[in-house]
């Protein structure tokens, strides 16, 4: 058994951002994104997995490496540009051999793992499976009609949907699925879609089963999703309290403070997370919020936001909040004062705000 996780793509819902990184390692809770994923398919009993990378080949090999922190050994395979999911697959049969593998999308975060979906697949050894979630708003995602738990027909985005399946982004499929997308032709957008093979297997007969998972997912592509994620993994952790705290300060429900961390004369109400290094100073850090490493915080409040590393905030007076600000940014206080603030900001940014 072998994994595959796709790590391409140009993330452009999470621009600016992701003009600056790829948009796997934007952390939730100070974790990448694909660090999730590399630990549930770890945690599913398999050690060996490819991950398909693009443009930010050299961002995700440096932060990933060989795999050995994880226990894994990790290949690399390069696409030479985001062609689809498809595509993809195709581009790694050599990697794959005739083994059954996962298909894992890299900005996926699902709460209890896939451990459950594997060993299904192990178990009745289908051609292929699907894991498939309940959304209120199917028309905004590949839906699946079933039949008896077996799939016999996928559509995307339909005008109406015939269930609210949504497909989740992460598939079991055998060495069929390379005669699949050999014949299958580009969609209107020039890419080879997934749910495509998975229709041809279908149809010419091929045993495609499903998999419905019980907790929560989230696709981490956009903003509000990625709040989302940061706020549910945030309420799973356990204080732990590593930094400083002066006797000035109050430290509420469930807090992470890292190594080298300080809080003085201020405020952090959890479900929150401060990096390593980073300084806390007569402010406040309210729920749902995570700080990455070596972030100075002062004269300011902050909540329901994910601040990334080595990026400063000083002197604002109006709370922020809903945000995601990247890498070396550094936001102040100007003398004039607007009502709100809701920020979205590249890494390196330098903004004075009135």
């Known amino acids: 058994m072998k994994g595959l996780i796709l790590s391409g793509g140009k993330g452009t819902r999470l621009r600016p951002i992701t003009h600056t990184q790829a948009k796997q390692l934007v952390p939730v809770a100070n974790k990448p994104v694909l660090f999730y994923g590399i630990e549930a398919i770890r945690d599913a009993g398999i050690k060996d997995i490819g991950i398909i990378v693009g443009d930010t080949k050299k961002e995700i090999m440096d932060a990933v490496g060989d795999g050995s922190k994880w226990d894994v050994k990790v290949t690399y395979i390069e696409q030479e540009s985001p062609l689809g999911i498809a595509h993809a697959v195709l581009i790694a049969e050599e990697f794959i051999n005739r083994s059954p593998f996962v298909v894992y999308l890299g900005d996926n975060l699902i709460k209890y793992g896939i451990k459950d979906f594997v060993n299904e697949f192990l178990s009745h050894k289908p051609n292929a499976q699907v894991l498939l979630a309940e959304v209120p708003n199917p028309h905004q995602f590949g839906v699946a009609e ?61 045993n495609v089963q ?145």
């Open 146 to 206: 079933l039949s008896e738990g077996r799939v016999i027909n996928l559509e995307e985005k339909p005008k109406k949907p015939k269930s609210n399946l949504a497909l989740v982004g992460v598939y079991m499929f055998d060495h069929t699925i390379f005669e699949a997308v050999k014949n299958i032709k580009p969609s209107r957008r020039k890419e080879l879609e997934i749910t495509d093979s998975i229709q041809y297997l279908i149809d010419n007969g091929f």
């Open 210 to 354: 499903s998999h419905i998972i019980n907790g929560w997912w989230k696709d981490t592509g956009k903003l509000e999703d990625m709040l989302e994620a940061n706020r549910i993994i945030l309420d799973t952790l356990k204080t732990d309290i590593k930094g400083e705290v002066d006797k000035d300060s109050h430290i509420d429900f469930k807090v992470v403070l890292e190594e080298g961390s300080s809080v003085t004369h201020s405020i952090i109400r959890g479900p929150a997370i401060i990096g390593a290094g980073s300084k806390i100073i007569n402010s406040y850090v309210g729920p749902f919020t995570s700080i990455g490493k070596d972030v100075i915080i002062e004269n300011t409040e902050v909540e329901h936001s994910i601040v990334l590393e080595s990026s400063s905030i000083l002197n604002v007076k109006i709370r922020i909040a809903d945000s995601l600000i990247g890498k070396n940014v550094k936001v102040s206080k100007l003398p004039h004062k607007p009502e709100v603030y809701r920020l979205m900001l590249g890494d390196y940014s330098e903004i004075g705000l009135i």
